[in-house]
């Protein structure tokens, strides 16, 4: 539940952090004491300027400089307050707590003294971290004019004492919730609607192969089942097919299927492994690793299989592609001259290939958020294997799970669909 007016300037005159650069200018914001019952306005602030934190859009000031009276309200602000320790932004709320909490967010102009968004959200108290990445969303988008990410979520592999188990969690790890029972369970992949995730399982004995899972009723069904093995799915961006790897007469090659797992169709047939799909955001090409060279590469072809193209072409060993939402880059993980594995992007357009990481463990696996803007990948760098994310130059690199155990194979969900 969203009541939700927006106050714009000229737009001459209105503030935009400017994403067309390599280095985004990060915006200085001031978050004022949560007005109301404290208890959930201190929750819903403290899951906001983690979201704020976590995007590298913008520098939360220190409160500990504000000069406003804390019980300053919704209106009549002093700006020049504001003003006086940097800021240029200005995020207030007033949260009620009964059955639900329900919060008065505003984001404010201190530059020019005006009102930007003004929205009222409301959630059970069970979800009132929503309330935070509702708003987060609405001042990124604002700000951007681009989708924010902080209402998404991501699935990975979890590691327990019983085996591998594919769980959801919301975009910063929170909430994390297993849809599946723990055995061998791999490579979870989204459907574009949100609603249903493939993965690579051992279940039933019948050695790997792939199954779907619906992400609410958790009910599970076969997908493939053909060949040796069957691994990897990748739902096109239409939704209507996906693409696997399947081993066939000692021969392993990439393959297309109606999104039931109906009608499958073999795309590669070189010498050597042809491995780990990825589609282009608008589905007409296919990122993909192959070794008929000699070592692992990363190569694209048309959707139809034909059109071959080899993309990198330095290093030995590159491996698991994810082409990004913009269509301009393509992720993946590189051996290192120490055999470890870091991130890497290549241009999709002149095969330039940039380094993400380095001397930070193992880092494996990238997955794009759905606006182009940040890469979750599974990094040792601290231990156990756990999920990280950073932005695809490399920088604001943080940790996203703490599992026990370990966490591996992440994949970002879509955004959510429009109410």
């Known amino acids: 539940m969203i009541a939700l007016t927006l106050a714009v300037l000229l737009a001459v005159d209105r503030p935009v952090i400017d994403l067309s650069g390599g280095k985004v200018q990060a915006y200085p914001l001031a978050m004022a004491r949560p007005l109301g019952v404290q208890d959930a306005g201190v929750a819903v602030q403290s899951v906001l300027s983690a979201d704020f934190e976590r995007s590298g859009l913008f520098k939360l000031?220190?409160?500990?400089?504000?000069?406003?009276?804390p019980t300053e309200g919704l209106t009549g602000i002093d700006y020049t307050k504001w003003q006086a320790v940097g800021a240029q932004g200005l995020v207030k709320m007033s949260c009620d707590a009964t059955a639900e909490v329900k919060c008065d967010m505003r984001l404010y102009d201190v530059t020019h003294g005006v009102e930007l968004l003004h929205g009222t959200y409301a959630a059970p108290r069970a979800g009132m971290r929503q309330i935070a990445h509702r708003f987060g969303d609405d001042v990124v988008k604002y700000f951007t004019r681009e989708p924010g990410i902080f209402q998404t979520r991501i699935a990975y592999v979890r590691e327990t004492e019983a085996g591998k188990q594919?769980?959801?969690?919301?975009?910063?790890?929170?909430?994390?919730?297993?849809?599946?029972?723990?055995?061998?369970?791999?490579?979870?992949?989204?459907?574009?609607d949100g609603h249903t995730l493939a993965f690579t399982s051992f279940r039933d004995g019948l050695g790997a192969h792939i199954f779907s899972v619906d992400a609410v009723t958790r009910q599970i069904k076969p997908l493939v089942l053909m060949g040796d093995f069957a691994t990897g799915a990748v739902y096109a961006p239409d939704g209507l097919r996906f693409l696997f790897s399947a081993s066939l007469d000692d021969n392993t090659d990439v393959y297309v299927s109606q999104a039931d797992g109906s009608a499958g169709r073999r795309l590669t047939d070189a010498r050597g492994i042809d491995i780990s799909a990825s589609w282009s955001p608008d589905g007409k090409r296919i990122a993909f690793v192959s070794e008929r060279a000699g070592s692992p590469q990363i190569y694209t072809m048309a959707a139809d299989g034909s059109d071959v193209r080899r993309l990198t072409f330095q290093g030995n060993y590159n491996q698991e592609p994810a082409w990004s939402p913009k269509g301009d880059l393509i992720a993946f993980s590189g051996r290192d001259e120490h055999r470890v594995f870091d991130l890497y992007t290549v241009a999709t357009d002149s095969g330039k290939v940039t380094r993400l990481t380095q001397n930070q463990g193992t880092n494996e696996k990238p997955s794009w958020?759905?606006?182009?803007?940040?890469?979750?990948?599974?990094?040792?760098?601290?231990?156990?294997?756990?999920?990280?994310?950073?932005?695809?130059?490399?920088?604001?690199?943080?940790?996203?799970?703490?599992?026990?155990?370990?966490?591996?194979?992440?994949?970002w969900g879509p955004l959510p669909s429009s109410k």
């Open 166 to 192: 594919i769980v959801v969690a919301d975009q910063d790890g929170a909430n994390p919730q297993a849809v599946t029972g723990a055995s061998i369970n791999l490579l979870p992949a989204w459907s574009p």
């Open 369 to 411: 958020a759905p606006n182009g803007r940040y890469i979750l990948f599974s990094s040792t760098r601290a231990g156990k294997r756990q999920l990280w994310e950073t932005q695809p130059d490399g920088s604001n690199q943080r940790a996203v799970t703490s599992e026990r155990l370990g966490a591996s194979d992440p994949a």
């Open 61 to 69: 000031l220190d409160p500990a400089s504000f000069l406003a009276k």
